[in-house]
T-cell receptor
């Protein structure tokens, strides 16, 4: 178990450019989440997947944002036409949902990708 | 609307004493509550959780108390150590409308704990 891995750790981009982040979850986890965190705030939910299905998207996720998890393993988060307001820490988390066990599983977070839009 | 509230932005305690971190929530559908610890430049690390069927859960130096009628939970750290200095987030979740299982977490803004040697 190597934990949740996110790449890159830092990304600096100019306004208007597209960026893509990658997340590799804990291998046996079937759920994958994206969160965004800005200074002085807690993590804010963006979207989550169960296997390859995207089950929920926050209204924070504008049409410039798209997330995929094509084979139910790693996920990518793309931001098109970046704006300065997109500058934040983007966090990925994974968990194992085992409904048949009637068990609540905590989310395990990666160390995030810090995006700076200049 | 802030569904999970951590009203005190910071707390400072002496090493060896008790740290009490408080959290309030407004959504009565929440039934699973967690505490995370976060160091700078790292992601949040899971600390301890509690289900709404319990009112207390203990793990070593960490104890979480849940008061459902008051929609309030607290994290007690005894004894506090300098290595406990970090930002602590309270989080909560409720049943997902699609799957019926718990899913996304809603976080508070966090409390910065400083433990003085």
């Amino acid at each position: 178990d190597t934990g949740v891995s996110q790449n890159p750790r830092h990304k600096i981009t100019k306004r208007g450019q597209n960026v893509t982040f990658r997340c590799d979850p804990i291998s046996e986890h079937n759920r994958l989440y994206w969160y965004r965190q800005t200074l002085g705030q807690g993590p804010e939910f963006l979207t989550y997947f169960q296997n390859e299905a995207q089950l929920e998207k926050s209204r924070l996720l504008s049409d410039r944002f798209s997330a995929e998890r094509p084979k139910g393993s790693f996920s990518t988060l793309e931001i098109q036409r970046t704006e300065q307001g997109d500058s934040a820490m983007y966090l990925c988390a994974s968990s194992l949902e085992a409904r048949w066990q009637n068990y609540n599983s905590p989310l395990h977070f990666g160390n995030g990708t810090r995006l700076t839009v200049t | 609307d802030q569904q999970v509230k951590q009203n005190s932005p910071s707390l400072s305690v002496q090493e060896g004493r008790i740290s009490i971190l408080n959290c309030d929530y407004t959504n009565s559908m929440f039934d699973y509550f967690l505490w995370y610890k976060k160091y700078p430049a790292e992601g949040p690390t899971f600390l301890i959780s509690i289900s709404s069927i319990k009112d207390k859960n203990e793990d070593g130096r960490f104890t979480v108390f849940l008061n459902k009628s008051a929609k309030h939970l607290s994290l007690h750290i005894v004894p506090s150590q300098p290595g406990d200095s970090a930002v602590y987030f309270c989080a909560a979740s409720g049943p997902d409308h699609l799957t019926g299982a718990n899913s996304k977490l809603t976080f508070g803004k966090g409390i910065t704990l400083s433990v003085r040697p």
